[in-house]
């Protein structure tokens, strides 16, 4: 059996984007009252045919200076404009939350620390779901029109098994990770103290293997960034009939970046690398494998 660690150096990448532009058509999930006025919001179309790219339901909270002013549920997504109804006096900030739960809120105590403290729901048996979150500022001038640009709340790993043909995978196996992660994050490398470690599993009933007719990426797993916490990536599988087992070490996972292990046979001595890279944009970063 042969066995290579894996040294990767992992990379943050958020998104974050406000701009100004006109649209007629917006939806109004919410009526105006005194003193204040209806403010644009547009949802940018999520391109790609990966039902991760797809927002499914959308929440808001907006607070002030901390302090919970409301909340808005199951927006309307069917279409990519509409109008929330908040005080025209205030500075205001928003957070956006797709594809998941809405939030339990107790008015009295809610608050914008508070928003900050809500976790994912733990699934320890099975990966995390995707979810995807925003955080927002609208002024006073309500005829600006601000963009919300969501961003995915888990990591995902992938696995390419090269181009020899010779490379079969059996099974890959994810351990250490954590079982939640906040779900509004400034500093989205933090998760909850006690977040539990975890053990996925994918095995293949037919065997993964090489071929210069592999193209893209085999998504295998999503995760929960797990902050300072190490995980552990092993791949079990044959190479020319062999048994291999193959790790890789993550110091750190962080949400929204892909991370590809990449496998590579020469002779019977297995190699490989980790490519992290930021979900929509961004350069590959290449491991140095421990050898």
Request: aromatic fraction near 10%; include cysteine.
């Amino acid at each position: 059996m042969k066995t290579k660690n894996l040294l990767t150096v992992l990379v943050f990448a958020g998104t974050f984007c406000a701009s100004c532009t006109q649209d007629d058509s917006f939806s109004t999930p919410s009526q105006e009252a005194t003193g204040e006025d209806l403010f644009k919001f547009t949802l940018p179309t999520r391109t790609g045919d990966k039902a991760d790219g797809v927002v499914s339901s959308l929440h808001a909270y907006a607070f002030s200076e901390g302090q919970y002013l409301r909340k808005f549920e199951n927006i309307d997504v069917s279409t990519d404009n509409f109008q929330l109804s908040l005080p025209a006096d205030k500075q205001k900030k928003l957070f956006f939350l797709a594809n998941h739960t809405p939030l339990t809120v107790y008015e009295d105590t809610f608050s914008e620390a508070e928003a900050l403290k809500s976790v994912s729901t733990p699934t320890p048996a099975t990966p995390p779901a995707v979810f995807l979150y925003a955080k927002v500022s609208a002024g006073t001038a309500a005829t600006e029109n601000v963009d919300i640009s969501l961003i995915r709340g888990v990591a995902r790993i992938d696995i390419n098994p090269g181009t020899d043909n010779k490379m079969s995978i059996d099974s890959i196996e994810f351990t250490g990770g954590a079982d939640r992660t906040y779900l509004f994050s400034d500093t989205p490398a933090n998760i909850p103290a006690d977040a539990a470690g975890v053990i996925y599993k994918k095995k293949y009933d037919t065997p993964l293997t090489g071929g210069a007719d592999i193209t893209g990426k085999t998504e295998v797993f999503y995760v929960y960034e797990n902050g300072s916490k190490e995980a552990d990536i092993t791949v079990f599988g044959k190479y020319n009939g062999i048994s291999i087992e193959v790790k890789a070490k993550a110091p750190s996972m962080t949400r929204n970046n892909i991370y590809t292990i990449k496998l590579q046979g020469v002779g019977q001595v297995i190699s490989g690398t980790i490519d992290i890279t930021p979900w929509e944009t961004g350069d590959d970063i290449i491991a140095t494998p421990d050898i």
